[in-house]
């Protein structure tokens, strides 16, 4: 099973505030969306409770929650208390491709056991609470680079940036 890290990031690595996103950037949310659908998507409890209503859980996956309360019961997923729980549930289901869709910590959790990160780096900074892990760029290969400018629904420039584990 491949384990893929998703998020979307700005230039000093904030992925957050206030247990929401900064951006709104549609053409973002669509590729996650896709890239996603069908599949294990493995978040933090506080990141679970920032989905809308309407998304909550996310249709059209499996979704795992890893908390460290230990009575915690979400209608619609699978709570655990470790990585390594969720990732045993995706495998044991026979997943192709589990994704690590943060937050922080979960991310600084997954950079030990992700085989692909699908990065949308935004270019600009932005205040806020929530931070990408900083990674050793040298264990990394970039094999794909596709930019998005601005445009009239999107008020930032970003890329999107397939980087693979060496």
């Known amino acids: 099973m491949k384990i893929a890290m998703i998020a ?31 599949h294990h998507v493995i978040m933090g409890r506080k990141n679970f409770e920032s989905l809308p209503p309407k998304y909550s859980p996310l249709p059209n996956r499996t979704n795992i929650i890893i908390t460290r309360q230990k009575d915690l019961f979400i209608d619609g997923a699978h709570v655990v208390h470790h990585l390594d729980e969720a990732l045993e549930i995706a495998k044991d289901n026979g997943e192709e491709e589990a994704f690590i869709i943060g937050g922080g910590e979960i991310y600084k959790l997954g950079l030990a056991v992700a085989d692909i990160m699908y990065l949308t780096e935004i270019k600009a900074s932005f205040d806020g609470d929530a931070y990408f892990p900083e990674f050793d760029r040298t264990q990394w290969t970039e094999i794909d680079r596709i930019n998005h400018p601005i445009d009239s629904k999107h008020k930032y420039e970003f890329d999107f940036v397939t980087y693979k584990h060496r």
Do not use: H
């Open 8 to 38: 979307a990031v700005a230039e000093n690595r904030v992925i957050g505030k206030d247990n929401d996103l900064i951006w709104r950037l549609p053409d973002d949310m669509k590729f996650f969306m896709e890239k996603t659908s069908g």
